[in-house]
């Protein structure tokens, strides 16, 4: 993101004052300020907002130094703005520190909580350590996290867990990676699922979306079912069966099969 101007705003016992910053750093005052309130905003050269942070309490010289009780919203074109919370913020040029119970969240449900999370502006690029997810009808943990402002796509890496609902169906996963973003969740890598009617995936990638309709595996699929097992390249999970397709390798289980419907 491109960051030639950012507007500066102190709210200090109900005055506000506005300070333009440019960069490189203009011949200002480089003394700290002490407030009660500090509000910073960031424009793209296009003059469009693209961050806002608010924050209790503070020291700051221009727009470095240590922020506390802060809210940090993302803008972006047609996206879902992205509010991060957390206790503490210590800011310097290139690369900001969000500490002490930070949560994520977006408006159209997905929150995500962590520890500590590291903003680098001039990248437009944020990073983490252990993270959990929650969707209306997903859930991830994950070791790593990443998240790209400027394409508002997320990556999960190291011990990645998740569960999904599916067709009002949950299922338990694992896998190497992941990746979300254009409401949908990749996992990809050695990926193994367990549904909770006891039917077991393995396969290279799972696709599904964040709505919980469409679930679509792919890359040497294995599937031990009730009845029986299924092998494919492609294995689609949606509303009133499993569908496979490529290399489509079938054995089934007819006692199983007899006792479930009875005869």
């Known amino acids: 993101m491109s960051r030639t101007k950012t507007f500066l705003g102190l709210l200090i016992l109900g005055i506000v004052l506005f300070l333009v910053l440019r960069h490189p750093r203009s011949p200002v005052d480089d003394a700290a300020i002490d407030a009660q309130r500090i509000i910073l905003f960031g ?54 520190l969000l500490e002490g119970a930070v949560t994520v969240a977006r408006d159209d449900g997905l929150q995500l909580e962590t520890h500590d999370l590291v903003w680098r502006e001039a990248d437009d690029w944020l990073d983490s350590g252990p993270v959990h997810l929650s969707h209306h009808n997903a859930e991830l943990s994950a070791s790593r996290f990443s ?3 400027s394409a508002r796509r997320g990556w999960f890496t190291d011990g990645v867990e998740a569960t999904i609902v599916q067709d009002g169906e949950r299922f338990h996963v694992r896998a190497n990676q992941g990746e979300e973003g254009d409401d949908r969740l990749v996992l990809e890598g050695d990926v193994s699922i367990h ?9 290279r990638r799972l696709e599904t979306d964040l709505g919980g309709t469409f679930a679509q595996l792919s890359g040497d699929v294995h599937a031990t079912l009730s009845s029986g097992d299924l092998q494919a390249q492609t294995v689609k999970l949606e509303r009133g069966g499993v569908y496979a397709e490529g290399a489509v390798s079938l054995r089934l289980d007819l006692q199983s099969a007899r006792k479930s419907d009875g005869t």
């Open 195 to 203: 549904s909770e009617n006891g039917n077991t995936f393995t396969c």
């Open 43 to 96: 424009y793209t050269e296009g003059e469009r907002m693209s961050w806002e942070i608010d924050a209790q309490e503070g020291s700051l010289a221009e727009s470095v130094g240590s922020l506390e009780g802060v809210t940090i919203r993302f803008y972006g074109e047609g996206e879902h703005p992205l509010t991060i919370r957390g206790a503490r913020l210590v800011r310097d040029e290139s690369t900001s």
């Open 147 to 149: 998240y790209d402002l």
